[in-house]
Nanobody, 124 residues
Framework: QVQLVESGGGLVQPGGSLRLSCAAS????????IGWFRQTPGKEREGVSC????????YYADSVKGRFTISRDNAKNTVYLQLNSLKPEDTAVYYC?????????????????WGQGTQVTVSS
């Protein structure tokens, strides 16, 4: 019954922006950790960003720090990832995930619930 649905992906030129959304249903979202991940064929899944449910701290991968911003709207049960200054290397399928458990760090790959992903393609 728990479902995460990503949206907002698409084709964008280098330097452009996108806002990805992840709508959650079937859970109480407020106290869940949030994670965004991405994957390109032939590469391992990469943790992009997350918000901890232990202290609210955020994490960003070095490759996206300063360009991407994670946020949440608990009233809408939705998490966002704002992608700015996009580069071709950002091309990937982006996944959102959530988990009620408290971990020492929010960036890990054991999230309980995952969406199906949305494609982001950065190309001129």
């Amino acid at each position: 019954q728990v479902q995460l649905v990503e949206s907002g992906g698409g084709l964008v030129q280098p330097g452009g922006s996108l806002r990805l959304s992840c709508a959650a249903s079937g859970l109480t979202f407020d106290y869940y950790a949030i994670g965004w991940f991405r994957q390109t064929p032939g590469k391992e899944r990469e943790g992009v960003s997350c918000i901890s449910n232990s202290d609210g701290s955020t994490y960003y991968a070095d490759s996206v720090k300063g360009r991407f911003t994670i946020s949440r709207d608990n009233a809408k049960n939705t998490v966002y990832l704002q992608l700015n200054s996009l580069k071709p290397e950002d091309t990937a399928v982006y996944y959102c995930a959530t988990d009620p458990r408290i971990w020492p760090r929010c960036m890990h790959y054991e999230y309980a619930y995952w969406g199906q992903g949305t494609q982001v393609t950065v190309s001129s």
